[in-house]
């Protein structure tokens, strides 16, 4: 069956620091990868989504970037972190070519302060 | 703009009863629906999910209702347990248009009292 793991789990980072979150999946190939960010209380927002290595679509300007460095891992990174990164951060992944159900990792809680 | 979104941001239900979260969408060209289940600190979980020829399709102890007519989107789980506590999000896609993403409402919190 498929798995998808995420870490780290929690992080706290000072402002300006660098950033890296990875998310792999593991029993299926050429998925499709995404990267959502939740803020307290809201909804989702697509941040990055992916369809193949090095195939990397963004979906809002902004302080973070994307990377698919391997068919089943996908990378979030930033430069230097702003507060206003702060948030839940969910890895997901569909079929290729299903794009509408996902499949979304257990998330990591970035604190920036 | 398009979107979706929920009628109640919270619901609390007696252990044992019904419960209903609604979901009202604005796309009248969105044609697949998905219900998710997110527990405090984890990522959502898959619950349900329906297409637009389809106005219900149930799954275990829960229903997922669609009226395309008033563009409204229920789901039902029976005999809600304490388990059931979390936040549901639904969903919609829109597979004639940008259909790289899901479109998610804000969720509603569910709280089951024992």
């Known amino acids: 069956s498929q798995t998808i793991h995420q870490w780290p789990a929690t992080l706290v980072q000072p402002v300006g620091s660098p950033l890296s979150l990875e998310c792999t999946v593991e029993?299926?190939?050429?998925?499709?990868l995404y990267w959502y960010r939740q803020a307290a209380g809201r909804g989702l927002q697509l941040l990055f989504y992916s369809v193949g290595i090095g195939q990397i679509s963004s979906e809002v300007p902004q302080n973070l970037s994307a990377s698919r460095p391997q068919d089943r891992q996908f990378i979030l990174s930033s430069k230097k972190l702003l507060l206003s990164d702060s948030g839940f951060y969910l890895c997901?992944?569909?079929?290729?070519?299903?794009?509408?159900?996902?499949?979304f990792g257990s998330g990591t809680q970035l604190s920036v302060l | 703009g398009e979107s979706v979104g929920l009628h109640l941001p919270t619901l609390s239900v007696q252990e044992g009863d019904n419960s209903i979260i609604n979901c009202a969408y604005s796309n009248s060209a969105s044609d697949y629906f998905i219900w998710y289940k997110q527990e405090s600190g984890k990522g959502p979980q898959f619950i349900i999910d329906?297409?637009?020829?389809?106005d219900k399709r149930q799954g275990q102890r829960v229903t997922v209702l669609l009226n395309k007519t008033v563009k409204h989107l229920s789901l039902q789980i029976a005999a809600t347990q304490p388990g059931d506590s979390a936040v549901y999000f639904c969903a919609e896609n829109d597979s004639g248009g940008s259909n790289y993403k899901l479109t998610f409402g804000k969720g509603t919190l569910l709280t089951v009292n024992p």
């Open positions: 029993g299926t190939s050429n998925p499709n």
């Open positions: 329906i297409r637009s020829n389809m």
């Open positions: 997901a992944w569909s079929v290729q070519g299903v794009w509408e159900k996902l499949f």
